[in-house]
């Protein structure tokens, strides 16, 4: 069952080149602050095509159009996440009141516990967040729905706690090893240029940073969208794996 | 019912509906930033000079009064649900609504003016109570801001002043929405208007920067800037505010 998630959403954020080089345009202005919303908007509206699909594979990437509707959602979508984000923050911050207060081993200990607990609170809250942003693409895009609990966790105990925290590792890591993969064979193949550039007496400086240029430009425009479809592509079919 | 999202964006989308009253009203506003004696106080009028600065004040009154009629029309168009901008033909009638809309903003805002001003005498002598003074105004400017935008559209939908009092029919009305999705409605606004604000700003920014290498002159860069803040930025975020409120009344009497 994960392995057809991932098999899916890996085809899925294959299926249109031209829509991941328009979100890493809109990804390399988003220090303007508001293309960020229509990126965290479009990944809205791929969990939104996943929630209301099943795992087919002909499924299309939703349209590139109405910035505005995409900007409302992305902001929709930060608004959650930032709510569900705050709990665990707000649990370390008095863990670490108290610890401040105390000396010596029981600040330690206290201090620990506090990390351990801060941890598995920081899981859940990612965990229902995500759901929750599923659950509210589910309903229409009701706002309720995303801080529903009750509901949310019934659709987490259908799925299953355990395969959800599974899949979500596993997505954590097939995303770094894509990641890595992409970066250290173009930086093997540069070396490569560069060592035999060397050889035919040529400075391989240049040639190390062009090398280094177009990761970047390969890591901006096609791997980083990529991934960011394919996640929200998962999580979203994660969804529909309720029974 | 259309939810919240629905006018939000559809609010979003309003203004682009006529880019070329959108522009004028920005003209307006930058003419409004430009006779703001708070922004030109530092560049280019003399600080000492109080018969400048008291014109400039009046006039900056004038046009604060028609865009306030302008925003009266807004809601108005938005209650009607027509999709076109209000015109500004109608000079005459556009500053009757604008003081329209100013007595409403005085009534609401003074109960918590004065019980701030009394907090603000508070504050010499006594500290603790002045701080729950304050407190207290703060909280009642809060109250008196969500009723206000209800108040301007009841005024609005029954084109008379008094309808604006009319505290009953105003909370019903706001109850028969709910007041989660009031309360929601008009936060969710506020953050989207907070975003593109920090955003616009920060854009500003990089502009007044190249502006400021560019003249190296402190007036120009504060004149052009506000321009442009108020031709494109002013402009848009009030109709857009102004939409929305009315789209809450329309989702109200539903």
């Not at chain 1, 280094?212 to 979203?236: C, E, H, K, Q």
Request: aromatic share 12%; hydrophobic share 60%.
């Amino acid at each position: 069952m994960i392995l057809d998630i991932y098999k899916d959403a890996l085809e899925y954020s294959a299926k249109d080149w031209k829509t991941l080089v328009i979100l890493g345009v809109v990804a390399l202005f988003s220090f303007l602050l508001l293309p960020a919303f229509i990126i965290t908007g479009y990944n809205y509206r791929v969990i939104n095509n996943a929630v209301h699909g099943i795992i087919n594979g002909r499924d299309p990437l939703p349209e590139f159009d109405d910035i505005i509707d995409m900007f409302i959602d992305g902001v929709k979508v930060v608004i959650v996440q930032i709510a569900y984000l705050v709990v665990p923050v707000i649990i370390f911050i008095i863990f670490a009141v108290i610890a401040g207060n105390l000396t010596g081993v029981a600040s330690s200990a206290v201090m620990i516990i506090g990390c351990l607990i801060t941890l598995v609170v920081g899981v859940v809250a990612c965990l229902m967040s995500q759901m929750g942003l599923c659950h509210m693409a589910y309903n229409d895009g009701a706002f309720t729905k995303a801080f529903d609990f009750k509901e949310i966790k019934e659709v987490i105990d259908e799925i299953g706690w355990f395969e959800c925290i599974l899949t979500y590792v596993g997505l954590i890591i097939i995303t770094a090893v894509i990641a890595i993969v992409v970066t250290t064979l173009i930086g093997l193949v540069f070396t490569v240029f560069g060592i035999s550039g060397a050889a035919l007496g040529a400075n391989p400086g240049g040639i190390f940073v062009l090398g280094a240029f177009i990761n970047w430009l390969i890591t901006m425009f096609i791997v980083g969208p990529y991934l960011s479809i394919f996640n929200a592509r998962s999580i979203g079919l994660l969804y529909t794996m309720q029974i | 019912m259309a939810s919240i999202t629905d006018c939000v964006s559809e609010g979003l989308k309003y203004p682009f509906n006529d880019v070329k009253k959108l522009l004028v009203l920005g003209a307006i506003f930058a003419l409004l930033n430009l006779a703001t004696p708070v922004s030109l106080r530092f560049t280019h009028v003399p600080a000492n000079s109080i018969y400048v600065m008291a014109a400039l004040g009046i006039v900056s009154f004038i046009i604060t009064l028609f865009v306030m009629g302008y925003q009266y029309d807004v809601v108005k168009f938005s209650i009607d649900k027509r999709e076109d901008l209000p015109g500004f033909t109608d000079i005459m009638n556009i500053f009757v609504k604008g003081i329209k809309i100013l007595i409403v903003a005085v009534a609401y805002n003074v109960i918590p003016a004065i019980v701030l001003i009394i907090g603000a005498f508070l504050a010499g002598d006594y500290t603790g109570p002045a701080v729950v003074v304050i407190l207290i105004s703060a909280i009642l400017f809060i109250i008196a801001f969500f009723l206000q935008i209800m108040a301007v559209n009841n005024m609005v939908a029954n084109d008379s002043l008094g309808k604006a009092f009319d505290f009953r029919q105003i909370i019903d009305m706001i109850s028969n929405l709910g007041w989660g999705k009031y309360i929601g409605i008009v936060l969710f606004t506020f953050i989207v208007l907070i975003i593109v604000n920090v955003a616009v700003g920060y854009i500003l920014s990089f502009i007044s920067l190249f502006i400021a290498i560019a003249a190296n002159n402190a007036m120009i860069v504060s004149v052009l800037v506000g321009i442009i803040q108020g031709l494109f930025i002013t402009s848009y975020t009030s109709l857009f505010y102004n939409r929305v409120c009315g789209s809450i009344y329309r989702e109200a009497i539903k």
